[in-house]
T-cell receptor, first 113, second 116 residues
Framework: QQQVKQSPQSLIVQKGGISIINCAYE??????FPWYQQFPGKGPALLIA?????SEKKEGRFTISFNKSAKQFSLHIMDSQPGDSATYFC????????????FGKGTTLSVSS | GAVVSQHPSRVICKSGTSVKIECRSL??????MFWYRQFPKQSLMLMAT?????????EQGVEKDKFLINHASLTLSTLTVTSAHPEDSSFYIC????????????FGSGTQLSVL
């Protein structure tokens, strides 16, 4: 019930291409779904987040698509750049102060130039 | 805004010693902070929830006597790894939720602990 399943484990995309990472959750009580970007030796940085009352959210080159009925959400990175090469984590939680995030296992993205 | 500072960034210690890691919210108050542990190429695993002015809540399997957490103020939480052993070597990351910025959770830059 508390798991967040993320795929793929690794992804190689050519520069300018679209990177797509998928996540699925089980707990229907989750109502906050962020994506984090992490570079080696650094803490995760919040990229974009969505609530279940919307099906899509876009910020620059990053878009979250959310399918409440399927309990799935995905991150799309448009026009992928070598600087986007990092590990990406999806997460989920209850949107309550004091509630911890449950993370997916991560996707290592490599964007070739 | 919403900066979480974690110190030190890297520490090497001998087996049997104790190590303290600090997590500070620099420009906001955090009644709750979270401590995560991350092994190489793996996800973040929640260790404990640190509540200002009260005892921390530990996740199943995390030894509270080994990983001491103190949240003495609204801007500071500390994690002390007591009697560290090589298997405690890991990347430790703290995070804090900014009450003024809704549900967003901000992370420190992490501490790489190596126990010899």
């Amino acid at each position: 019930q508390q798991q967040v399943k993320q795929s793929p484990q690794s992804l190689i995309v050519q520069k300018g291409g679209i990177s797509i990472i998928n996540c699925a959750y089980e707990n229907t009580a989750f109502d906050y779904f962020p994506w984090y970007q992490q570079f080696p030796g650094k803490g995760p940085a919040l990229l974009i987040a969505i609530r279940p009352d919307v099906s899509e959210k876009k910020e620059g080159r990053f878009t979250i698509s959310f399918n409440k009925s399927a309990k799935q959400f995905s991150l799309h990175i448009m026009d992928s750049q070598p600087g986007d090469s990092a590990t990406y984590f999806c997460a989920a939680s209850l949107n309550q102060a004091g509630t911890a995030l449950i993370f997916g296992k991560g996707t290592t993205l490599s964007v070739s130039s | 805004g919403a900066v979480v500072s974690q110190h030190p960034s890297r520490v090497i210690c001998k087996s049997g010693t104790s190590v303290k890691i600090e997590c500070r919210s620099l420009d906001f108050q955090a009644t709750t902070m979270f401590w995560y542990r991350q092994f190489p190429k793996q996800s973040l695993m929640l260790m404990a929830t640190s509540n200002e002015g009260s005892k921390a809540t530990y996740e199943q399997g995390v030894e509270k006597d080994k990983f001491l957490i103190n949240h003495a103020s609204l801007t500071l939480s500390t994690l002390t790894v007591t009697s560290a052993h090589p298997e405690d070597s890991s990347f430790y990351i703290c995070s804090a939720r900014n009450r003024d910025r809704g549900e967003k959770l901000f992370f420190g830059s992490g501490t790489q602990l190596s126990v010899l």
